[in-house]
């Protein structure tokens, strides 16, 4: 009920304030493990993402976040769990993988933390790590807007159209090395950024 309720309220907030629109949701298969891998530009992002997916998501939010007594219970109950991102937290990923087996879709960010101007940065080998060891489809996203409307370092809202773009399952190569396969996700993040319908 929290999830439903808080994606309802979601939903409705990026619609009337950011024009909320999705493309692509079709590629999302209907039931089974799903990573959606997204870039990364604002706190609105996984917002966005969750709003516009079809299916329930878990997230990945960095520890701090749950830090914070209300905010740490509410982000429990909307499905996501924390992962300490100055290390390489095993816990955090055996737990994204049980999820990911079990048939739920979960979003990461390939690039681990924001970036700024709306560019995109290095890939992290955890997503490449992810993808072998669950064999989850991964479904590349791309996400445009947030970088004007909340922008990393801003403290209030500005006016733009936030679109989110669902891009074709990537073909996972599991003898490549994580990282090697973190950015051909990355990659294929990129040309959906390129693609003029996107913007």
Request: hydrophobic share 45%; glycine share 8%; aromatic share 10%.
């Amino acid at each position: 009920m929290p999830y439903r309720l808080s994606r309802f309220l979601l939903f409705l907030f990026l619609k009337t304030f950011f024009w909320l629109k999705a493309e692509g949701r079709q590629n999302i298969p209907k039931d089974g493990g799903v990573i959606i891998a997204s870039n990364h530009t604002s706190y609105l992002d996984p917002l966005a993402v969750g709003c516009a997916c079809p299916r329930p998501i878990d997230f990945m939010a960095r520890d701090t976040l749950f830090k914070a007594p209300l905010l740490g219970a509410w982000m429990h109950a909307v499905n996501a769990f924390d992962v300490k991102r100055e290390s390489a937290d095993l816990s955090a990923m055996k737990e994204g993988i049980r999820r990911l087996k079990s048939g739920r879709v979960l979003t990461v960010f390939p690039e681990g933390t924001r970036q700024a101007n709306g560019q995109m940065g290095k890939a992290q080998a955890g997503v490449g790590f992810l993808a072998v060891k669950s064999e989850a489809t991964v479904i590349p996203a791309f996400v445009c807007g947030t970088e004007k409307a909340l922008p990393k370092g801003a403290k209030f809202f500005r006016p733009a159209r936030v679109i989110v773009k669902f891009g074709q399952a990537v073909e996972i190569d599991s003898n490549k090395p994580y990282e090697d396969i973190a950015q051909d996700i990355l990659n294929s993040i990129r040309l959906l950024a390129a693609d003029p319908k996107s913007s």
